[in-house]
């Protein structure tokens, strides 16, 4: 991040934060996490869980940096979970937010990309604490039909992946293998076994909601986008159906 950027982080937002902190019942820190010289914010709050986990932390994390693309964008409703219950919003209106979030689509190019990495360095098994989220999200985005209209968008495709190559480079992984149909996404070996002991850690955490998804569902999702990314090197240009 540029010192210019920093500044602005510095003596804008983190005031701006910590003003607004008290009321609720919050607390803003600086932390040092990521690259170096990158500033980050912590938000600190209060929750209604018993206790936190090593899966899911009492904060929320404000990153700033020139890395990230942010393109494309859509507005989001956020609201709480209390809010999505019928009951709940007879009786007391609860807060909401209207936000611009980063596009689904992108997302999930995003984390194939990231699965295509740590499939290809089981050296680096450290790396995959946390990871199995990825994994679900792309199922997720998958079922819900945002994972078929990303694998339909070429443009959006090719723009992820000459970002992550000029940006985010890793030894002895090709990003433009998703686009002929090499890329490796489906976890073998000893990264599959880590995988395998963090969806499971993740899923003990309450990290995931209760959703009750398998990760051999997971695993089957993800042989289909491998399919799909084949065929479609295969035949450029012709329209294929989902997965």
Same mark, same amino acid.
């Given at each position: 991040m540029g010192l210019q950027a920093q500044a602005f $982080? &510095? %003596? &804008?937002?983190?005031?701006?934060?910590? =003003? =607004?902190?008290? !009321?609720?019942d919050a607390r803003v820190q600086v932390v040092t996490e990521g690259e170096p010289? @990158?500033?980050?914010?912590a938000l600190r709050y209060p929750t209604v869980l018993s206790a936190g986990t090593a899966h899911i932390r009492r904060r929320v994390l404000l990153e700033f940096g020139g890395k990230n693309r942010i393109e494309p964008r859509e507005q989001c409703i956020i609201r709480t979970y209390l809010g999505e219950d019928a009951q709940v919003r007879e009786a007391v #209106?609860?807060? #909401? @937010?209207? /936000? #611009? /979030?980063? %596009? =689904? &689509?992108?997302?999930?190019? %995003?984390?194939?990309? =990231?699965?295509?990495?740590? *499939? !290809?360095?089981p050296q680096k098994l450290r790396r995959l604490v946390h990871f199995s989220r990825h994994l679900l999200g792309l199922h997720v985005l998958m079922q819900g039909g945002i994972g078929p209209a990303a694998l339909? +968008? $070429?443009?959006?495709? +090719? +723009? $992820?992946?000459?970002?992550?190559?000029?940006?985010f480079r890793e030894a002895g992984v090709d %990003?433009? +293998? *998703? *686009?002929?149909?090499?890329?490796?996404? $489906?976890?073998?070996? #000893?990264?599959? &076994? @880590?995988?395998?002991?963090d969806y499971r850690e993740m899923e003990a955490s309450g990290m995931f909601g209760g959703e009750g998804i398998s990760l051999r569902d997971i695993l089957a999702t993800l042989r289909q986008v491998r399919e799909r990314l084949g065929r479609e090197a295969a035949a450029p240009g012709e329209v294929t159906g989902d997965p």
């Open positions: $982080v &510095r %003596d &804008r937002i983190l005031p701006h934060l910590r =003003a =607004a902190a008290p !009321a609720l010289a @990158a500033l980050q914010l #209106e609860l807060p #909401e @937010a209207t /936000v #611009e /979030v980063l %596009d =689904a &689509r992108r997302t999930f190019w %995003d984390k194939l990309t =990231a699965l295509q990495v740590a *499939c !290809a360095q339909a +968008d $070429v443009a959006l495709r +090719d +723009d $992820v992946i000459a970002t992550k190559t000029v940006l %990003d433009a +293998d *998703c *686009c002929t149909g090499k890329a490796v996404i $489906v976890p073998q070996g #000893e990264v599959l &076994r @880590a995988l395998e002991q």
